[in-house]
């Protein structure tokens, strides 16, 4: 095994550059974060405060790339940006841990795995679920034949998630391409690996924005009072019952200074914010296999759980993510079986160590790594044909969007 310490990247040093990937990198041994590029200079150095070290701070990733030797990248840019930034990199020779979604279009994808393969680097994608415990156990279950031949899939996520997914960046699909892709592709992705990577075929999809609007205001507006356009400067603070703001001495990454550099407020009002996205929707997917799966979410709840139901032809099973709970009922028999998975420590139920632990691996030599572009490109395939389903009311078959990737 190779001691050689890994030297480590961040581009994008928002809330997962820092707070998740810098933090857990930070924290291994062999590893260190010598250089971080964000475009806000006030949320980089603060961003550089919560790190052990001196790293080096750019501006721009291709000065970033130029200047330092490095053995590996993440990019935790928005969405929109991944394919440029993952490009700067591999091309300057540097692994590169991409979260989720790896870009925001299959062609944007595809770039990807090209420059890759050319330059011998590893892409890898940041589908942390696959590291979720309880998904483990489930896959496990499923590869073990207890359920017999899988053939369909039931998931459905219920998050409260205004205030992720209306109030920044994420809320156009210039930014984020939208929420099936944004957020989606780790479901489609999480379909694809439990069912052993069946290529999706045709993919159809209803969704709607039907509450974080400005007609479900939760409080009476006054005339001559506005809401919002933040939560921070919004009049109605002690009314709304979705307030958040940042606490700017907790979060200082977040607050005015840093704010006058990019305009970027984290706290727009998630009724009254300019938004192109879903609140819920379904999509349904069909794959090669004859297996089909499909994914409801919606983001206007008190629940937080992904709930599961996978059929096979000897069993199912039914998962709850927030309870980590598994019931196996064979289809012959009483004998039903629940399982309680134990507790992992960490982001997202542990599944962000898990991640970073497999990226190093492959870094080191020890391993292949858990989840590739390819794999990323997939579900970014399933989240752009929900999306072109949603806008143009029709059913998507998958090869043609790869196909109009390829031609253009
Ligand atoms: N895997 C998961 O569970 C998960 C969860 C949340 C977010 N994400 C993904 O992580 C990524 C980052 O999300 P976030 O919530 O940390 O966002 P964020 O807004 O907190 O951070 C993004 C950072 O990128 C910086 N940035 C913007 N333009 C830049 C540029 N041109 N060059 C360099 N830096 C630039 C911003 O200033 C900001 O600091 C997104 O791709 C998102 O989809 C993944």
Redesign the pocket.
Known sequence: MSKKIIKVGI???????IGCFGKLLDGTAGVEITCL????PV?MEHGRKRLKGEQRLYAK?EEMFEKEELDAAVI????F??EEHAITALKSGVNVLI???LATTVKGCKNIIRTAEKAKKAAMI?F?LRHDPTLKRLKKIIDDGTLGKVFLIENREFYDGGKTYMS??NRKREWSGGLWI?KGSHDFDVFQWLLGFPKPVKVSAVAGLNVLNPQHIPFEVKKGKPVGPTCHECSYQKSCPDVAIYDAEKFPEWNDEARKC?D?SRDLCMYTSDKDVHDNGITIVDYDSGARASHLECFVTSLTDRLYTVVGDKGQAEVSLHDRTITVRPRWSGDVVTYKIAEVKGG?GGADTGLVYSFLEFIRGNGTTSSTAEHGMWATAVGEAAEIACREGKTVFVNELMKAACSS
């Open positions: 581009v994008g040093a928002g809330a997962r550059g590029c964000d475009n806000n949320r990733p935790t840019s928005p969405d940006l991944h979260d989720k979604p940041g942390n920044r960046w944004h990019d970027y997202h």
